[in-house]
């Protein structure tokens, strides 16, 4: 299940079952929102992202969901697996029309995927 | 995607000191970005950093602790000065995709620094 952790909430899944990570962003003016996966040592990799005149995007084994009314993303990962373990981030762009602007980041989930 | 590398990858520093952290990209960029990642928590931007001007930085960040420079638009320099232990932390910089793929923000694989 989920919990909040000192630092980050955590989500523990078994291997092959489905994963939602949520996160509430804060500006309504955000017009567009990235998924990131960060694993230990690493940068944050991009996964999926959605603009704010959509409220579904689906990828490779990833589905994004944007609901502007209550200012909540989730990010579905079907069927988990052991690799998919990492800190999942949203992040939001509030200079809303630009493409090339500033992101800020939600406080991220940590994801753990068990045989 | 836009393909960035950053030097060092990793340091411990003295309390007092200052270390400067390298940002390359391997396509010119308009804007870069420079994050700081304190351990187990989100990213939080420092600056955006223009080619030509002077950086931008967002509230809690200064010049006179975080100086940057951008002499080209390939590359950036974040500047971590007079430290404390307080500045442990991953420092991250960033671009927006080169020319025909601006869509997404890429990230470096950041410099992981220690202050004692």
């Known amino acids: 299940g989920e919990s909040v952790g000192l630092h980050l909430p955590t989500l523990s899944v078994q291997e092959g079952d489905n994963s939602i990570i949520n996160c509430a962003y804060s500006n309504s003016a955000s017009d567009y929102f990235i998924w990131y996966k960060q694993e230990s040592g690493k940068g944050p990799q991009f996964i999926i992202d959605?603009?704010?005149?959509?409220d579904k995007r689906q990828g490779q084994r990833v589905t994004v969901l944007l609901n502007k009314t209550v200012k909540h993303l989730s990010l579905q990962i079907a069927a988990t697996q052991p690799g998919d373990s990492a800190v999942y981030f949203c992040?939001?762009?509030?200079?809303?029309?630009?493409?090339?602007?500033?992101?800020?980041f939600g406080r991220g989930t940590q994801l753990t995927v068990w045989p | 995607s836009a393909v960035i590398s950053q030097k060092p990858s990793r340091d411990i520093c003295q309390r007092g000191t200052s270390l400067t952290i390298q940002c390359q990209v391997d396509?010119?960029?308009?804007?870069m970005f420079w994050y700081r990642q304190q351990p187990g928590q989100s990213l939080t931007l420092i600056a955006t950093?223009?080619?030509?001007?002077?950086?931008?930085?967002e509230s809690g960040f200064v010049i006179d602790k975080f100086p940057i420079s951008r002499p080209n638009l390939t590359f950036s320099t974040l500047t971590v000065s007079n430290m404390s232990p307080e500045d442990s932390s991953i420092y991250l910089c960033s671009v927006w995709g080169g020319p025909g793929s601006t869509d997404t923000q890429y990230f470096g694989p950041g410099t992981r620094l220690t202050v004692l």
């Open positions: 959605i603009r704010s005149n959509m």
């Open positions: 992040a939001e762009n509030r200079d809303r029309g630009s493409t090339l602007g500033r992101l800020y």
């Open positions: 396509s010119q960029v308009t804007m």
């Open positions: 950093a223009n080619q030509g001007s002077e950086a931008t930085y």
